[in-house]
């Protein structure tokens, strides 16, 4: 998981693709983790991805639903957590506008997905809970009343990145991993994201589902459908010390998902052409 903290967006837009409030429903939480009748219609849904966050997300959530604008619900989706985190969380779900999701699996492109389809509003925000920003919150919601995705790239024109450098070099190469196999225009897939719901409905069924690559396979299939994709860049810093060896774990993992789905799009491509 990323180890940074947005700190606010740089001037200015980049743009890809072709570019250029609803009455509010919150939902509480049934026992057993199911999820109550909807009370009422949110403007926009936060959806959080958490595992193994028991000792960190109770620190930073008072923060930020104290900061969050009354029409934004919020979806906590814990996964696979052997640490007692949706015990952590579960008083959060006592209020209103919060929903919490409990997967069984430890899977942060599941709890992605669960999280997507389980959000009721029509814009929904994907943040982690080391990388939290009420202000990309409601630059999503006015951005995205003419475009489809939305993208805080720490890679973008007027990005400031100040993690350290072997944080940046992965990022670098991640980029460019995805630039060669997929023709990627986008410079960042990780990170704050925001989309349409209607586009992201539109998307999920065709998303394999790789644990690490969830996320980016949304932004590729968004590019290839002719969505529109705009970037905003980032300030980013680290918030707390990167867990040790995940992120190198993580590669070998990463690049087999990246292969496969490149020979998933290969294969469609094929198909598509034959018909």
């Known amino acids: 998981m990323a180890a940074a903290a947005w700190i606010g967006h740089a001037s200015g837009l980049g743009h890809l693709g072709q570019d250029d409030d609803a009455s509010r429903q919150l939902t509480t939480r049934a026992p057993s983790g199911t999820l109550a009748h909807p009370v009422s219609v949110p403007a926009l849904s936060l959806v959080i991805p958490l595992h193994n966050e028991a000792s960190f997300a109770p620190n930073v959530l008072p923060g930020l639903l104290a900061a969050?604008?009354?029409?934004?619900?919020?979806?906590?989706?814990?996964?696979?957590?052997?640490?007692?985190?949706?015990?952590?969380?579960?008083?959060?779900?006592e209020q209103p506008r919060v929903r919490l999701l409990s997967l069984p699996t430890a899977s942060y492109g599941g709890a992605l997905r669960a999280g997507l389809e389980a959000a009721t509003a029509p814009i929904v925000v994907n943040e982690d809970v080391d990388l939290l920003d009420v202000e990309f919150v409601e630059l999503a919601r006015t951005r995205l009343q003419d475009a489809d995705v939305l993208i805080a790239s720490k890679r973008a024109k007027?990005?400031?990145?100040?993690?350290?450098?072997?944080?940046r070099l992965v990022t670098w190469g991640f980029s460019?991993?995805?630039?060669?196999?997929?023709?990627?225009?986008?410079t960042d897939t990780h990170g704050l994201k925001a989309f349409r719901r209607d586009?992201?409905?539109?998307?999920?069924?065709?998303?394999?589902?790789?644990?690490?690559?969830?996320?980016?396979?949304?932004?590729?299939?968004?590019?290839?459908?002719?969505?529109?994709?705009?970037?905003v860049p980032a300030a980013v810093r680290e918030q707390r010390a990167t867990r040790s060896g995940a992120v190198w774990k993580r590669v070998p993992r990463t690049l087999r998902q990246l292969w496969r789905l490149r020979m998933t799009l290969w294969r469609e491509g094929r198909g598509a052409a034959a018909r």
């Open 68 to 93: 969050l604008p009354d029409d934004v619900e919020v979806l906590l989706v814990e996964n696979g957590s052997r640490d007692g985190t949706a015990a952590a969380l579960a008083p959060f779900a």
């Open 158 to 167: 007027g990005a400031r990145d100040d993690r350290g450098p072997m944080r």
């Open 176 to 186: 460019t991993v995805l630039r060669i196999l997929f023709g990627l225009r986008a």
């Open 199 to 231: 586009a992201a409905l539109q998307l999920l069924p065709r998303v394999g589902g790789g644990h690490d690559t969830f996320d980016t396979e949304l932004i590729i299939r968004a590019e290839r459908a002719g969505m529109r994709v705009v970037e």
